[in-house]
Structures are given as structure tokens and as C-alpha cells.
């Protein structure tokens, strides 16, 4: 069976993109990866990684010594990990500062920029399933927020029933804390 994990960046008032990405991997691709990635936390003695933290130095990441170069090397020994146990990436981004722009009618009909991310990155998902004759379901884990997950749960519950494909592939979403859940942490990177 493959598992997908997705995690958001961005919010629409306050941010210029909103993006929702992350990695497809089988369950052996998955093990392997945590396998990989546990201990390689600990050899950095961090936590996890989370990129909003990482990139500024900031939270566990602060005290560590680190400058730049090293904290990109220590990234790049985790992309790495992702290289080589996911099967793919997905990433669905909308440009909030051009979408506060356009006229309200017009941002009527394109809707929530955060919704729109969602829903089109589910059917992405669902076209290359298709298009690569994968033939079970996934249940995508996406990075827990109480607001967000609310609005997505909602927005799947509707487009299952709309959209055939969707609701064949999509067997269930739910939502994770991305500390407990490393995948989360590799979705973190690429958004």
C-alpha cells in the first residue's frame, strides 16, 4: 500500500504563496525512511526538522553552533533520505499576492486559496495513481492544524461525492502531529 503526507506552508492574508506538497512512498519506502531518519536526528541532536525553525535558526536549532553551510549540508543529508526511499513529490502552489489583486468577483469564483491547494492536489494525486495503473486506495496524512483540518475534512467529505475517481483512491485523510510523524517533517521540506 502507498502512504502520502502533505504539509502546508502559507496563509492567505498574511502570506504571498500558499502551498500544500510533500512525497508518496510505499510501506517498505516509508519504514526505510524512518529507519534512516530517527538517527539521523540524533546524530545532529535535533528534534526533528521543521523548516520555519531550520532555515533562521531558530528554536532547537539555535544554541547547535551551526551557520549556514552546515545547517545546508545537514538538510542535504535529509533530502537525501527522502531521495531515496519516496517515489514521488507533489506540490500544488497559489500566488495569494496576485490573487488579493484580481477584482472580488473574481476571487469569488477561484475561492479559498488554502482549499483550492487541497482539493487540486488531491486529484493530482488521483491522475498519476491512475495514470500508473496503481489499483488501491491511499489515505494521505496531512500535518495537523485544527482549523485547517477541519476545512479539508469538510472539502473531502464533498468532493468524494462528486468525484468518482477521488473517492476510489482517497479511502480516508487524516491528520498528524509532525513530530510524531517523520514523513511530515520530509512534506515540511519541500513546501
Not at 510523524?181 to 519541500?190: E, G, N, S, T, Y
Amino acid at each position: 500500500m502507498a502512504h502520502v503526507f502533505f504539509d502546508d506552508s502559507g496563509k492567505f492574508g498574511d502570506s504571498d504563496f500558499v502551498c500544500l506538497a510533500g512525497y508518496i512512498a510505499d510501506d517498505a519506502g516509508w519504514n526505510k525512511f524512518c529507519e534512516k531518519w530517527g538517527p539521523l536526528l540524533l546524530k545532529h541532536k535535533i528534534p526533528y526538522i521543521h523548516m520555519r525553525e531550520l532555515i533562521p535558526l531558530r528554536g532547537p536549532y539555535q544554541d547547535l553552533g551551526w551557520d549556514n553551510p552546515h545547517r545546508d549540508n545537514v538538510l542535504g543529508e535529509f533530502i537525501g533520505i527522502i531521495r531515496e526511499h519516496v517515489i514521488a513529490g507533489f506540490g500544488v502552489g497559489v500566488d495569494s499576492k496576485y490573487l488579493r489583486s484580481m477584482s472580488k468577483d473574481a476571487r469569488k469564483a477561484i475561492g479559498d486559496p488554502q482549499m483550492l491547494s487541497f482539493q487540486r492536489l488531491l486529484r493530482i494525486v488521483v491522475k498519476k495513481l491512475e495514470s500508473v495503473g496503481y489499483d488501491a486506495a491511499v489515505a494521505p496524512v496531512f500535518d495537523d492544524c485544527e482549523e485547517y483540518s477541519v476545512r479539508c475534512y469538510r472539502m473531502w467529505s464533498r468532493l468524494k461525492t462528486h468525484v468518482p475517481e477521488l473517492a476510489k483512491y482517497v479511502a480516508s485523510i487524516c491528520f498528524a502531529d509532525e513530530v510524531t510523524f517523520r514523513p511530515l517533517q520530509a512534506a515540511d521540506i519541500i513546501v
